[in-house]
Nanobody, 126 residues
Framework: QVQLEESGGGLVQAGGSLRLSCVIA????????MAWFRQAPGKEREFVAA????????DYADSVKGRFTISRDNAKNTVYLQMSTLKPEDTAVYYC???????????????????WGQGTQVTVSS
C-alpha cells in the first residue's frame, strides 16, 4: 500500500519560513515526478511546484517563484518544499502528489498525478 506522508505545516507570521516534507511509503512503479499543490478555503486546488525525480528539473507557479524551492532526496524517497517570505495568501492546505510523466509544456494539473497525501495546513498570519 502506498502512502504519502506530509509534515512541516503550521502557523507562521508573514515574512517567515516553513519547510514541508513528504515521504513516499511503499512502492510506486513508473512514477517520475513529485509535486506540491495547495487549496485555500473556498478555492480550487492549485499547482505550486514540481520536481522531476531523475535529473531534478523543477517547475513553479508564478505566485511562488523566487520564494519557494522544491527539492528531493532520492535515497529517502522524500520531497521538500522550502517556503520563504510567506504571505497571508499562501495560507492553504498543502498536498504532495506523485505522477508518472514530466510535462514538457503547459502547467501541471491535478489529473497528472495519481497518488496524493492527506495534506498539511499552512497558516500565515498578517
Amino acid at each position: 500500500q502506498v502512502q504519502l506522508e506530509e509534515s512541516g505545516g503550521g502557523l507562521v507570521q508573514a515574512g517567515g519560513s516553513l519547510r514541508l516534507s513528504c515521504v513516499i511509503a511503499g512502492r510506486i512503479f513508473g512514477w517520475s515526478v513529485m509535486a506540491w499543490f495547495r487549496q485555500a478555503p473556498g478555492k480550487e486546488r492549485e499547482f505550486v511546484a514540481a520536481v522531476r525525480w531523475s535529473g531534478g528539473a523543477t517547475d513553479y507557479a508564478d505566485s511562488v517563484k523566487g520564494r519557494f524551492t522544491i527539492s528531493r532526496d532520492n535515497a529517502k524517497n522524500t520531497v521538500y518544499l522550502q517556503m520563504s517570505t510567506l504571505k497571508p495568501e499562501d495560507t492553504a492546505v498543502y498536498y504532495c502528489a506523485v505522477g508518472e510523466q514530466w510535462r514538457r509544456s503547459g502547467r501541471f494539473q491535478e489529473t497528472d498525478f495519481g497518488f496524493w497525501g492527506q495534506g498539511t495546513q499552512v497558516t500565515v498570519s498578517s
